[in-house]
């Protein structure tokens, strides 16, 4: 037979090595992403974690070399719905989404929820948004005091909109309920979006919501007036705008969104969509584009954000056995 042993064991030498590199974390890492990649977000079109998703994906596309990235909207039950979809989905990194606080962390103390903590892996943190209370511009509140004292004299007449049980705008009223010793009617909604526009149309007197949203409806025109944000100090963006704290009260409320996926990725296509995501919120173009749209950013890698989740289930826990929510 022409070649003889020496093209035999040639062949055979070949074969194991075309083997070896197919099996290779080289070979993994170009085999991926094959096929569209799913980013979930928990909330409806149009609002922050939407305009957020929405705009950072073609970076990560950038930095995956090519890979397709296709935003799905699963609003409903607080981010629920969302939240489990991630969880639930196959560890192939071709499901991410977006985790947002502290409706990721309550949802789980009020309730049995359709998720776990430990079923998600925190993959980067990308925004960190205060909270603000928020009017129509002809409101006569201009300040949380006008809130408060309207608020005595009118127990559970102040309609205040929300993005849902346990969200970020809801402990906020409850909180500032609590302090000052008075009463409103809090209003869910499925989104930033449907809640603001509520506030928009009159639906609701006020509407709590997110530093980034405010900003964006006031550069776009609306007629609204913040009457303060829940952070410790004043935001850069809005130096203007007064705490809560220097008008008395000691609410400080931030939403983390970050991008997590179902626990149990392949280390090579965690470790490249973690490269990624990275790459593309300090890429300096989406940068200046949040900057433009009024998204605080803030990148945190997956170890400090995981961190960072445990110790405000720890907090959350505690403010639940104190003044439960629900």
Same mark, same amino acid.
């Given at each position: 037979?022409?070649?003889?042993p ?14 070896w ?13 094959e ?6 977000v928990a ?28 935003v799905?909207?699963? &609003? ?11 969880? *639930?989905? #196959? $560890? +192939?990194?071709? %499901? ?37 209370m ?23 007449a ?6 849902g ?30 809640n ?26 609306? &007629? ?6 829940m952070?410790?100090?004043?935001? *850069?963006? #809005? $130096? +203007?705008?007064? %705490? ?9 409320m931030v ?20 490269e ?51």
């Open positions: 037979m022409a070649g003889g020496a093209a035999s064991f040639l062949i055979a030498a070949l074969a194991t090595l075309m083997l590199l197919a099996g290779s974390p080289a070979a993994v890492q170009a085999a991926y992403p096929k569209p990649i799913t980013m979930v909330y409806g079109a149009g609002g922050s974690t939407d305009v957020t998703a929405r705009m950072l994906a073609p970076y990560i596309e950038r930095y995956l070399g090519g890979g397709r990235i296709v799905l909207n699963r &609003p409903g039950a607080g981010g629920e719905i969302g939240f489990a979809a991630i969880a *639930d989905a #196959a $560890p +192939d990194g071709y %499901t991410i989404g977006f985790i947002n606080t502290p409706n990721l962390i309550t949802i789980l103390i009020e309730r049995q929820a359709r998720y776990a903590l430990d079923r998600l892996d925190p993959l980067v943190n990308i925004v960190d948004d205060p909270g603000v928020t009017v129509r511009a002809d409101s006569p509140f201009r300040s949380v005091a006008d809130v408060v004292e309207f608020a005595k004299g009118n127990p559970g102040l309609t205040v909109g929300s993005t049980v346990g969200s970020d705008d809801h402990l906020a009223m409850l909180l500032l309920e609590r302090q000052a010793g008075v009463k409103m009617t809090h209003v869910p909604f499925a989104g930033s979006a449907e603001y526009r509520a506030m928009l149309g009159s639906h609701t007197r006020i509407c709590d919501q997110n530093l980034g949203e405010g900003l964006r409806g006031i550069a776009g025109g609306d &007629p609204v007036r913040m009457l303060g944000v952070s410790r100090s004043r935001w *850069d963006m #809005a $130096p +203007d705008l007064p %705490t809560f704290r220097e008008q008395g009260y000691a609410i400080d939403s983390m969104r970050g991008i997590g996926a179902p626990k149990g990725l392949p280390p090579d296509i965690r470790r490249t969509l973690i990624a995501i990275t790459k593309a919120a300090m890429d300096p173009e989406f940068q200046a584009k949040a900057r433009e749209t009024f998204q605080p950013l803030r990148i945190v890698g997956p170890d400090a954000f995981a961190a960072e989740l445990k110790q405000l289930d720890g907090e959350f826990r505690a403010l639940w056995t104190d003044m439960p929510w629900k």
